[in-house]
């Protein structure tokens, strides 16, 4: 197996253990001393900043459960820097907010840098303004997808 189709596999069993909401199938993927990174104003989001280590990962995971309910998620291309062991992965997510019960889609990136291994770091690109409008009440009026791109 060369280095680009290990860092792809590891990606791939990652997004398989988050699709299944399995982290203990995703924790022996991440390193002890990980970083997972969202951006984003925490107050309204919990999922978003920084999260440190397995707790941290399992910190970010239950928010994400906690507040939206995951209709759809695929990650569509996989970019691979074998020299710098990262992976960008691209791809689309459809949410459902549990406080609003408002949808929106996601176009994202991902960023993930592994070492021997082990998925060292994540940092999301997501849409932040259409979760932005789907999370906060005082945006009712707004739709989060009049502006966003479809499938």
Not at 4 to 9: E, V, Y
Not at 28 to 34: E, K, Q
Not at 48 to 64: D, P, R, S, Y
Request: hydrophobic share 45%.
């Amino acid at each position: 197996m060369s280095d680009r189709q290990a860092l792809i596999g590891i990606v791939e069993a990652a997004y398989a253990a988050f699709a299944a909401r399995r982290s203990q199938d995703l924790l022996p993927l991440c390193a002890a001393g990980c970083l997972w990174q969202a951006p984003g104003l925490p107050t309204l989001m919990p999922w978003a900043g920084e999260h440190h280590g397995h707790a941290g990962v399992l910190e970010f995971l239950g928010q994400l459960d906690e507040h939206l309910d995951f209709l759809a998620f695929e990650a569509r291309s996989l970019v691979v820097d074998v020299e710098q062991g990262q992976v960008v992965a691209l791809g689309v997510g459809r949410c459902r907010v549990k406080s609003t019960g408002r949808l929106y889609v996601n176009h994202w990136a991902h960023l993930f840098t592994l070492r021997d291994g082990l998925i060292t770091a994540f940092r999301e690109y997501p849409d932040t303004a259409a979760q932005l409008v789907a999370i906060h009440p005082a945006l009712a009026d707004l739709d989060p997808q009049q502006e966003s791109l479809h499938d």
